[in-house]
Nanobody, 120 residues
């Protein structure tokens, strides 16, 4: 599975962005899909994951209620809708594929990352 993330940009506090992750490969629908982020000088952190059938999601506490992960298996895409953005959401965001679950699952494939910058 090859992953390509897009949709990042510069937004003001309180604004919204929608990230997309396009996947190639016929096995995309077999993978749970996650989003991670890494801020400068910090370790990469888990953001959200969605079940391969889209029937379940799991979020980091820091984004719960503000971010929504979704997927469209017919289009081999996964999205991260980010609302009420805060400066602390500034990071490079990565999509990743796993047969596991949550922040401790083993993520086998990673996209290249897309920069999100939230100005105060």
């Amino acid at each position: 599975v090859q992953l390509q993330a897009s949709g990042g940009g510069l937004v003001q506090t309180g604004g919204s962005l929608r990230l997309s992750c396009a996947a190639s490969g016929s096995t995309f629908s077999n993978y749970n899909m996650g989003w991670f982020r890494q801020a400068p000088g910090k370790e990469r952190e888990f953001v959200a994951v969605i079940h391969w059938r889209g029937i379940s999601t799991y979020y980091a506490d820091s984004v719960k209620g503000r971010f929504t992960i979704s997927r469209d298996n017919a289009k081999n895409t996964v999205h991260l809708q980010m609302n009420s953005l805060k400066p602390e959401d500034t990071a490079v965001y990565y999509c990743a594929a796993t047969r596991g679950w949550g922040p401790t699952g083993r993520y086998d494939y990673w996209g290249q990352g897309t920069q999100v910058t939230v100005s105060s």
